[in-house]
């Protein structure tokens, strides 16, 4: 059913660091042909070199990957150039209330959305015709922890990963018949530029290499949720199985450890 364990082109959103730039470098072999995208095209050239030095050959671009126009048809070029095994929509921004509890405004929230939702699904939705035609091809969306609870320090954030997560899900139950695999990548705290600017506390934070090994492993078991790591992630799915009164009662009582 879709099971790629060796992608042989491999297209990822968001690699000129952290989760996405540690992908790129775990994918890295002889015979793997790399297609990455981001706007720093230093960090992504950088990306680029290691993952050459490991027997990759690479096409990099730099992308905003809010220019819909551009992100498709960049996606589109690419996967005429050769097909492509994997897509992992990772490209993502983070946002969090004010130090007082100051609410996200709408043009940050819009900003947010339009990255995390808007640019994610335009990078995948291009490639699911081709894809279910080939009878062969897998979808990743990296969504996070945040997506199973609402979290009052980041409302705007776990709405977009909720949303992203569902997307994934539903698309995974319409085109599996046809040999296309689809996966939601549920990270919990990853050392990254993103999580750096989280003003709370970080239980269980692993590194990107970590991460990337896990989401790799994942995505070749074609598994429907790749969430990590274990102790976060059964405490963020158990606060999303209780009533919400009690999941409210336990959040309330939590400290992110800033300072209000
Ligand atoms: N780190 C965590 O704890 C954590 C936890 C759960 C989920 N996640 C998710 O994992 C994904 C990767 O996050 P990360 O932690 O690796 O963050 P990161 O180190 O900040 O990397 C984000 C990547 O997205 C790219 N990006 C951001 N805005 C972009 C834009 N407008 N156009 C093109 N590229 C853009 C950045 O590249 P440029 O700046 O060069 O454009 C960078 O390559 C995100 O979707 C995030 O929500 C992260």
């Known amino acids: 059913m879709g099971r790629l364990i060796n992608p042989r082109h491999v297209l990822i959103t968001g690699a000129s660091g952290g989760i996405g730039a540690a992908l790129a470098q775990a994918y890295a072999r002889d015979g793997v042909l790399l297609s990455l995208c981001a706007r720093n095209l230093v960090n992504l050239q950088q990306v680029a070199n290691a993952c050459e030095r490991k027997g990759a050959r690479v096409n990099i671009n730099s992308i905003d990957v809010t220019d819909i126009d551009a992100l498709q048809s960049w996606v589109l070029d690419r996967d005429a150039a050769e097909p492509i095994d994997l897509v992992i929509a990772n490209a993502g ?46 979808i990743a969306l990296v969504s996070s922890l945040a997506a199973y609870r609402g979290m009052a320090i980041t409302p705007a954030y776990c709405a977009s990963k909720a949303a992203v997560k569902a997307y994934g899900e539903a698309l995974r139950g319409l085109v599996a018949a046809e040999g296309v695999a689809v996966s939601v990548i549920c990270p919990g705290f990853v050392d990254s530029d993103m999580s750096r600017e989280f003003p709370g506390r970080k239980p269980f934070m692993i590194n990107a290499d970590q991460a990337a090994m896990i989401i790799l492993k994942g995505l070749a078991r074609n598994r429907p949720r790749i969430a990590f790591p274990f102790p976060l992630n059964l405490g963020t799915w158990l606060l999303a199985m209780l009533p919400a009164s009690l999941a409210d009662f336990i959040l309330q009582h939590i400290s992110y450890g800033r300072s209000r």
């Open 93 to 138: 921004k983070t946002l969090n209330v004010g130090p007082n509890g100051e609410e996200e405004s709408w043009a940050d929230t819009k900003a947010l959305l339009s990255i995390n939702v808007d640019s994610a699904l335009a990078t995948i939705i291009p490639l699911i015709a081709p894809m279910r035609q080939r009878r062969r091809g897998q």
